[in-house]
């Protein structure tokens, strides 16, 4: 009997390591091509001349002021989307969670919909929003973020939905409201803390989406890190690979961050 | 130590989508005093405490504590303790800061919350937990440190929403009397709400009673099981027999006896009589009209199931637990009442 089941298990933990082995390999090898590509000059010989010029932050801005400023505004776009996903999210289910929970499937709905929209579709429509935003708030990329709260907002709602229904949001607020604590209060020192882990991951998932968006800026004629790497490729393609590289790399460590933190969190109450 | 005020409830009506949660409720609380709610599931007794807490805004009627009308004042300004019957500690905070949440909110020093929380939770005995999460107590501790975070700071009136309902029936029993020594320590006027009559019975120094949104009785709970206001009273507190009568204005005859009646009795005609199961007694007797159906040993003492024959419905009589066994099913028996004063209700 346990003979059968070990034999299983073996086989279980063979079949595991095939699967990770094989996306492994798959997700690695475009990453190899990259860094291959990366480290080479003209001749074919080995060197980090283009990954020295790209920690030369100096040198970055002088020499590909598109780059840099494509940079500065993924960071600022980041940001931005962040805040206003969070600022817009949070209270808002929250208080449809505690007062009209028979929203709950319309709010959801309204959250999952961008899922369907495919992004052309997205601007399209945007473009005449788009034009007031230009008239009241001038050109900046950074207004762009508007446009990725919608974006993020399924997958920004799928983890703090998950969040919201790991605690008892209705008792929890009623006891702070009625040790004195208003609305703001309960917000702040109660809801939030116990939604850490689901805000962390909502706004990792933003940052990463938000960083690896091309369609939107490219057909708003905006300049953010993708569109600038894109520009670049056509000059340059040694140093645009590069920052592609970089890019990908830190959202790897970004969603590696995210599991950590939920997987930390969670331990935390299994250890009891 | 704080004293209690006195609190008014008047004419509380709540509607939810037509079911009248609350139907013109009226409650006084006597300073200092533990009144506990009882009543069957749904008979609004949450929807009056919520109301009291400022959580649930009545549709119509008053809330006025210590003579203030707080009908329209939020939950955060009417400081009120409570405990829900949900675990409700902030997963987030230690036992003792959670105890501390309501002082910082008031802008105490650190100095003077640590030794209010220390206070607290060494009424509550817990001293020994206060640097556990939620996650790390039991849930009669969780229902503890709650006790303590809603007395930490020194509210006008407790509010209790079944905090024991959760818990297991000796954490509950042991809980339930230090709820009542620690009520009586800190003189708060405190609001319990509960569907154990047993344990309304047991802590409260007067007992309602509720049904369909309304207040049906307020007694101390002897005068509560002695003198039910009702039949649903006398049915719902304690075992009570139903059997036919005659009343006769004070007196009423039953199983062959003549009982007093008590206030609020039907006066005339046939009547059904509620009698305690402690109010008869059964005796062996060849020629009784009376047969034994069942009996059964319960510890501390017994019951016997007795048909009064003539078609009459079976009732229940409490015997000495050692007298259980001179009952065997079939045997022949006289039942008498003891001649406690009973009520009487027309038969409907
Ligand atoms: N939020 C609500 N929405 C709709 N109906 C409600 C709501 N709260 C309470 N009710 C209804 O009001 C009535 C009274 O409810 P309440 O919770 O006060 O009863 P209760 O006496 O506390 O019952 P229990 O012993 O089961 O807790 C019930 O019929 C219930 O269905
Ligand atoms: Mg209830």
Redesign the interface.
Known sequence: MSGIRATRRRRQSVLRWVVVTVSMVFFAAPLAGMLDFTTKDAQGRRTAATWAKLVDVEGISRDYPDLAAGFTASVGLAVLTVVVMLVLLVPTMTWVRLRVPGLSRTVEFLCLLPLTVPAIVLVVGLTPVYSWVTYFLGESTIWLGFAYVILVLPYAYRSIDVGLRAIDVKTLSEAARSLGAGWGRVMVRVVLPNLRTAVLSAAFLAVALTLGEFTIANLFSRTNLQVAMFLLGKSDAQISVAVGLAALVFAFIVLFGLSFVGGRSHSRKENS | MTRGVAVQLTDLRRTYSGVNALDGLTLHLEPGELVALLGPSGCGKTTALRCL?G?EDPDSGRVEVGGKDLTKV?????????V?Q???L???LTARQNVE??LQ??KQGSEQRRRRSAEMLELVGLSAHVDK?A??MSGGQQQRV?LA??LA?EPQVL?LDEPLSALDAKVRTQLRDEIRRIQLEVGTTTLFVTHDQEEALAIADRVGVMRSGKLLQLAAPQELYSRPADDFVADFVGLTNRVVGTSRGTTAEALGASLPLLPGSATEGTVTVLIRPEHLTVTQDAQGSAVVISSSFLGAQGRVVVSPGEDLQQVLVQVPSAAVADFAPGDRVTLRPVGAPALAVARG
């Open positions: 807490a959580l939020s939950t955060n300004k009417r400081d009120m303790g409570m829900f949900a675990y409700s902030f997963p987030h949440f309501g909110l008031r999460y996650h790390q709650a975070r809603a700071i509010l």
